[in-house]
Nanobody, 127 residues
């Protein structure tokens, strides 16, 4: 599975950015996709995640508390492409943003899970 992000950049406080992520090669084995971020000197944290339900719809989303109401994760219905719309950006949102594709493969003995990561895209919010 190859994961490629795009859309980062420099924006002023209060501005908006839209990140895109394409996961190729995983097909229907991709069970969830998410955006993580890592600021200098800090650990990587989950920002937003979208998960496929048992009915195969991608209706389940979760967010980091500090981005609720400002960020929205969405998925292209026809492809393994997810977006992160970021509005009202703050300086503390500055970080490298990574896209993650979580793959579940079912085998006779059970299932195996794998995580694939993109190379990251820099988001800088200037005050």
């Amino acid at each position: 599975v190859q994961v490629v992000e795009s859309g980062g950049g420099l924006v002023q406080v209060g501005g908006s950015l839209r990140l895109s992520c394409v996961a190729s090669g995983g097909g229907s084995n991709i069970a969830a996709m998410g955006w993580y971020r890592q600021a200098p000197g800090k650990e990587r944290e989950l920002v937003a995640r979208i998960t496929r339900g048992s009915d195969t719809s991608w209706a389940y989303t979760s967010y980091l508390d500090s981005v609720k109401g400002r960020f929205t994760i969405s998925k292209d219905a026809a492809a393994n492409t997810v977006y992160l719309q970021m509005n009202n950006l703050k300086p503390e949102d500055t970080a490298v943003y990574y896209c993650n594709a979580h793959v579940v493969v079912y085998i006779i003995e059970g299932s195996s899970e794998f995580d694939y990561w993109g190379q990251g895209t820099q988001v800088t919010v200037s005050s």
